[in-house]
């Protein structure tokens, strides 16, 4: 059983898959408490990997994205199995400090400050800019590097960033401009 907060059916709105139909499924609890965490996941209640599927296979749409909270917490190979054989593409966002199934499809990596990585492998680095030293994550293997505003707030910022920067690329997070979930 895995602790659910909500499974929605929205288009992802940051990083690479900007823009895809995608069905999210939201863990409960995070072991970090990032101070600009734009999400509410505590509360959840407890479903089988049979109960996620149903409820995930409901939506058209190929891809799954595995959330939180953080997913790492949760996520485990029996489910990212069950999803790969229902046809889905799995997707999860991480802070990148638990050990991962090696089986998930793509791996969007958020690092925070003073957060030790375990993750293992990694597609996308994806870290919300707050004028810190993010240059040490460009060491990190992954075949994209997003800078993302905080809550929409900094995005002049994080422009003028990545042109004196430009490795990095821009992500809006445009569920929040566009007003869907
Ligand atoms: C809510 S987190 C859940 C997944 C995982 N715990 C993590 O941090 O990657 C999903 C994404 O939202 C980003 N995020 C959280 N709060 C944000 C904010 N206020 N503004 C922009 N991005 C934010 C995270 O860095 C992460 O990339
Ligand atoms: N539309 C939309 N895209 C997202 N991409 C990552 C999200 C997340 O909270 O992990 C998210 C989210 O909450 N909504
Ligand atoms: S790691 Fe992710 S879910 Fe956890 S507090 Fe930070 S942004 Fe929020
Ligand atoms: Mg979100």
Redesign the pocket.
């Known amino acids: 059983m895995k602790k659910i907060n909500e499974i929605f059916y929205s288009l992802q709105g ?2 690479f898959h900007v823009g895809t139909p995608a069905v999210f499924v939201r863990f409960s609890g ?1 072991n ?1 408490k ?1 101070e ?4 509410r ?1 505590k509360e959840g209640v407890m479903m089988s990997d049979e109960e996620i599927l149903e409820q995930v296979c409901q939506y058209p749409c190929k891809t799954v994205i595995l ?5 790492g917490l949760w996520v485990d190979e029996d489910l990212v199995a069950a999803l790969h054989k229902a046809g889905k593409y799995v997707c999860i ?4 400090t638990c050990v991962l199934p090696e089986s998930i499809d793509w791996v ?3 690092p ?1 400050l003073g957060a030790s990585l375990r993750v293992r492998r990694m597609d996308e680095v ?3 800019f707050l004028g810190q030293d993010v240059s040490p994550y460009l060491q990190l293997k992954a075949s994209s590097y997003f800078l ?5 707030r900094n995005t002049a910022e994080v422009i003028e960033y990545i042109k004196s920067h430009p490795q990095w690329r821009l992500s809006l ?1 445009i569920h929040k401009l566009i007003d869907i979930p």
């Open positions: 940051e990083g995070c970090l990032c600009f965490c734009d999400t996941h959330t939180g909270g953080e997913p966002e991480t802070n990148g969007t990596c958020s925070k994806k870290v919300v993302q505003p905080c809550s929409c997070q």
